[in-house]
């Protein structure tokens, strides 16, 4: 059995920056693709990045610039590095494992103005 679990959520003002975790834990193989998305009060899940097995990336349009997905093999981690954050990135933010269709609990960021 696979979990995930986010971690590194907290509350930062505009402007500043935030790098969440993304552990996997059980029967995985450590380069497997992974996504991370949000979903903000009141609105849809929104794509957010993405990594693949060979370490290619995508990001929403929205978001290029700021945010960078990496991940750290030995460690079966991935990182969602946010920077320059603003009031609108405000979410739950979740990471998937496509293969599985399985997310993590998410973790809140909270951006004041």
């Known amino acids: 059995q696979v979990t995930l679990v986010e971690s590194g959520g907290g509350l930062v003002q505009a402007g500043g920056s935030l790098r969440l975790s993304c552990t996997a834990s059980?029967?995985?193989?450590?380069?497997?693709?992974m996504e991370w998305y949000r979903q903000a009060p009141g609105k849809q899940r929104e794509f957010v990045a993405s990594?693949?097995?060979?370490?290619?990336?995508n990001y929403a349009d929205s978001l290029k610039g700021r945010f960078t997905i990496s991940r750290d093999s030995a460690k079966n981690t991935v990182y969602l590095q946010m920077n320059s954050l603003k009031p609108e990135d405000t979410a739950v933010y979740y990471c998937?494992?496509?293969?599985?269709?399985?997310r993590g609990q998410g973790t809140q960021v909270t951006v004041s103005s």
């Open positions: 990594i693949t097995s060979g370490d290619s990336t």
């Open positions: 059980g029967s995985i193989f450590s380069n497997w693709a």
């Open positions: 998937r494992l496509p293969l599985r269709n399985l």
